[in-house]
């Protein structure tokens, strides 16, 4: 009996195994055929019209923006793979997508597991690599090692981590690299390592020196001398970042300037620190041996002290077009380096506009274009700037004195804005190397010597007969931004604006008038005050805003002001706060406490 029941159960497992493999089966069928007319609903669109090929290379070009936009520091946080979701799109796309092995060469090595299918489905196509590593015994570096093993694939290589580890990673990389067209070699500070203040010696001579085809290297934060082979003649773009060291780390200036002769298709240079250090002793720099030829440069960025800084400048002869940007450490060799910049500059285009203004509370910022622009210079649209200058100016105003009074390359400016510096600026020595300017802004309060140095008439000229000369005899646009035209104290309350009316009559008097005046967001003008100025200016540009000074320091604003309120509010009578029969007499609310102003 037992038997029966136990053939019969069996029976019916078989018949109910039957059944639903019948009905998976023709599940399968259905599924299939709904596959096959979703596919043939997306060959109606019109994106399933257009060639593989064509496809091949849209997908190719997603890809290619994903990783590049990931190594722009506004994007570090793009996930690397997001192009992957065009293979998930339909079968065919997925087919193209994964017959297309140049759509799978932009390897970014993270800790996914996708990186090594990736890495199979590139097959042999040339290898765009870009990666962290953070340690001995980081995955990704088992990742890395069989990529670098076969160089001849490799058109990219960025790499970031701690310094010692790069280091000898890239002594392993004995191939030749004869494709490789750009190295980016960079030194984490956020992997710390407990090795990190032991000496380090130099990156060894990596891909045995032949980079035949290397058109970028960007070293960060890691010693290179500059007798390295990698310095070779196909680089277009070089950047070389060294951490601050008084030290010659990185070599001698001759083995600087004969690798920069080695490079004569260099079209972009930025060195940061990079540059051989002069004995501390050395004030000046030596007279130049030699020079160097760059035909080609259009950028060149240095960021040290101004005395080494100056000291490359005068070994190098720039094209005419080049853009200079400039950061000059320290007050030694400012001279120096505005008399290179002359040098430098004498050969091209004159400029036209220039910006000085402040940045921060350290340095004097120069900007100047080789073009005549007009408004605000420090307004994000304007084009990039010819020259950019910064440079140490702590505590005193002695370095922009120097800048201007050597500087030749203001002689044929024609608009200049000034955010006002210091107050002890000697403004005429400015006006004097200035002669063509045509507009100028001013930002902020300028000095008391500003007014007398406009109004300060040359002597005139006996022998000749020739009348004397106003400064700035081409000026016919001034423009005013956040200047106070006088003073609340009742002895000099309007002097600023009796001078200034007093300099435009003496401009017309000389026949170089004011034809238009700018007043924008300026303190202690009036309507009033405007209309005297119309009645000299023919353009008188106000923005209407009437805001006065009072003589309490606490309201700087404002119209009537009673002190003797104000007085009561701030100390007012014990007894009113207080009293003894009842605590709860005190009211917070009576009470009014004022922010006085620093400063």
Known sequence: MATQIKRSS???????????????????????????????????????????????????????????????????????YQWLSVTYVCRAWREIALNTPRLWSHIVLNSSKIVPEVISRSKKAPLWITGTVSHEGDPRLLMLEPLVGDPMRIKELHLTGPERLIQQLSAKWTTPAKALESIMLSSDLRCFEHTAFLP?????????????????????????????????PSIRTLIVHSRYDPTPKLGELSQLLDALETMQSLETLHLNEAVPRLPDSATRIPEPQRTVVLPKLRSITLL???????????????????????????????????????????????????????????????????????????????????LELHLDAIPHARTLDTLVNESTFFSKLQHLQVQCIFRNWDWKMLFERTPELRTMCIICQPSERFLPAL?????????????????????????????????????????????????????????APILTLGIDQCVNIGEEDVDRLREIV????????????????????????????????????????YDDDDDDDYASDDLEFWMIPFG
């Open 10 to 80: 069996q029976d019916s497992r078989d018949v109910l195994s039957t059944a639903r493999k019948a009905l998976e089966d023709q599940i399968a069928s259905h599924v299939e055929a709904i596959v096959n007319l979703k596919g043939r609903l997306n060959n109606m669109a019109p994106a399933s019209r257009l060639p593989p090929e064509i496809l091949s290379e849209i997908f190719t070009f997603v890809a290619i923006d994903s990783y590049e936009r990931r190594q722009r520091p506004q994007h570090p946080h793009i996930q690397p």
């Open 200 to 232: 380090l010696n130099p990156l060894a001579n990596f891909f045995s020196g032949e980079t035949p085809n290397l058109r970028r290297l960007e070293i960060k934060r890691i010693g290179l001398y500059w007798n390295n082979p990698l310095f070779c």
């Open 304 to 386: 040290s002290d101004a005395l080494e800084c100056a000291n490359l400048l005068a070994h190098l002869s720039l094209p005419r077009n080049v853009r200079l940007s400039v950061t000059g450490r320290m007050e030694r060799g400012v001279e120096d380096l505005v008399k290179a910049l002359n040098n430098q500059l004498t050969r091209s285009g004159p400029l036209r506009s220039a910006l000085l203004a402040p940045v921060f509370s350290s340095q004097i910022q120069v900007k100047a274009w080789r073009s005549p622009l007009d408004g605000d210079l420090e307004l994000p649209q304007m084009p990039e700037a010819d």
């Open 455 to 511: 109004s300060t008439v040359s002597a005139e000229d006996t022998e000749s007969g020739q009348p004397g000369v106003i400064p700035l005899p081409h000026l016919h646009t001034l423009e005013f931004t956040g200047v106070r035209f006088g003073c609340p104290h009742s002895d000099h309350e309007s002097q600023f604006l009796v001078d200034l009316i007093d300099w435009l009559v003496l401009r017309c008097n000389y026949g």
């Open 538 to 577: 023919p353009n008188v540009e106000w923005d209407g805003d009437e805001n006065f000074e009072t003589n309490n320091p606490v309201h700087t604003w404002g119209g009537d002001f009673d002190v003797d309120a104000y007085m009561d509010d701030v100390f007012p009578d014990p007894d009113e706060l």
